[in-house]
């Protein structure tokens, strides 16, 4: 049986996950997610650990489930993408499936490529100094190349993500190819549902709020069963130990953080001193070159201990979360990266997967503080496989 892949969060995992799941099952693959560790991209702590996430995985039809490590959920699109399609690829996949606004692959394929030419990085450097974000200069680039339609891509959050997962698979020399399923329903951010589909944002507002009445209709009840199970997380909980952390940080070890650039490190101690909680800080940093979820992961990643270190590298090892029997059976049997199954099994591996296991343990210790019920929270020297 092919096997097709998704990078997903599953923030929770929601009907609009399960639509593209259920896509790439139509069109007959095996199913492979690589989801977020826990804490994910916008800077935030998952909403459920991430076996819970993965069990909803399993329940609704995935075969197997993969972590990307926090360096990598946390991180940038670019980033986020690499380390994704870096252990989808590791996993054997034919094809990889993602939402997209748009539902043009050829598109999406013709401004990553764009992306990665000489000419787009050549365009760039003349015009670094022109005072715009970074994102907003790519955008008007790749306006004055291709057109108002392909840089409206660069404007949507999945159809980014989807430009960063084909340069992903590009610079890693891969010819996987690509589907593009069009997003339906309410947008990524949006907080107004539409029809039987709303956003992860929507729904972890609910549960916030415990308006949990309502929530049926926009998740599988394999989902619904293991959200309202399972511990909840919040950031909040921790949030006097976060800007406790950055208060007593020194400007060289900020500067070793992921995406911190043209003195930003000097921004974030400067407005620290002023800020007492940790989303106070956020809006103090925040500006129009600096975007919130950008502030949100460098603070987070000053206070986990995750430095550059991880940046546009690959996970060294495939840490396998649950599977189904299709799935054991689909696993490679001469993996190009170690699979992890047992925590056991990184005393066997190198330094590098060692000094990474060691510091995702110590991670989602932290992350255990943010949960409602700490106690509840299962090692990981503990957890078992989902099957």
């Not at 997962?165 to 190819?177: P, T």
Request: charged residues 25%.
């Amino acid at each position: 049986m092919r096997l097709a892949g998704i990078v997903a969060e599953f923030n929770p995992l929601h009907n609009g996950h399960k639509y593209i799941i259920d896509c790439a099952k139509s069109d007959g693959f095996a199913v492979a997610c690589v989801i977020s560790g826990n804490f994910v991209q916008r800077g935030d702590c998952a909403i459920i650990p991430k076996f819970k996430r993965a069990q909803t995985a399993i329940n609704v039809g995935v075969d197997i489930v993969c972590e990307l490590p926090v360096p990598w959920s946390m991180s940038t699109a670019q980033n986020f993408a690499l380390g994704g399609v870096s252990q989808l690829l590791s996993l054997g996949v034919s094809q990889i499936y993602f939402g997209s606004e748009c539902g043009d692959v050829e598109l999406l394929k013709t401004v990553a490529e764009t992306l990665i030419s000489d000419e787009f990085n050549n365009q760039i450097k003349e015009q670094l100094d022109c005072g715009l974000t970074y994102a907003k200069l790519r955008q008007n680039v790749i306006s004055n190349m291709l057109g108002d339609r392909a840089s409206n891509v660069l404007e949507c959050p999945n159809d980014t993500l989807a430009v960063e997962y084909i340069c992903a698979a590009k610079k890693l020399g891969s010819k996987v190819d690509f589907k593009a399923i069009k997003r339906v329903g309410s947008g990524h951010n949006d907080e107004i549902p539409e029809d039987n589909y709303s956003s992860s944002t929507f729904i972890r507002n609910k549960v916030k709020t415990q308006e949990i009445q309502c929530l049926s209709q926009f998740m599988p009840k394999e989902s619904l069963d293991v959200l309202l199970s399972s511990p909840i997380a919040d950031i909040n909980r921790i949030d006097k130990a976060i800007i406790s952390r950055i208060k007593q940080i020194d400007s060289l070890e900020l500067s070793q953080v992921p995406d911190i650039s043209e003195g930003l490190d000097n921004l974030i101690l400067s407005r620290s001193k002023d800020a007492y909680s940790y989303n106070a800080l956020c809006e103090a940093v925040k500006s129009k070159r600096y975007t919130m979820a950008r502030i949100r992961r460098i603070l987070l990643c000053a206070y986990l201990g995750i430095n550059r270190d991880y940046f546009l590298s690959e996970p060294p090892y495939l840490r396998i979360l649950g599977f189904s029997k299709t799935g054991i059976d689909l696993l490679p049997k001469q993996p190009i990266k170690p699979i992890i199954m047992r925590v056991s099994q990184i005393s066997e591996l190198d330094d590098s997967c060692k000094q990474l296991f060691g510091l995702e343990m110590k991670i989602n210790e932290l992350y255990a503080l943010c949960l409602d019920k700490p106690q509840d929270f299962v090692s990981e020297y503990k957890e078992k496989l989902i099957k």
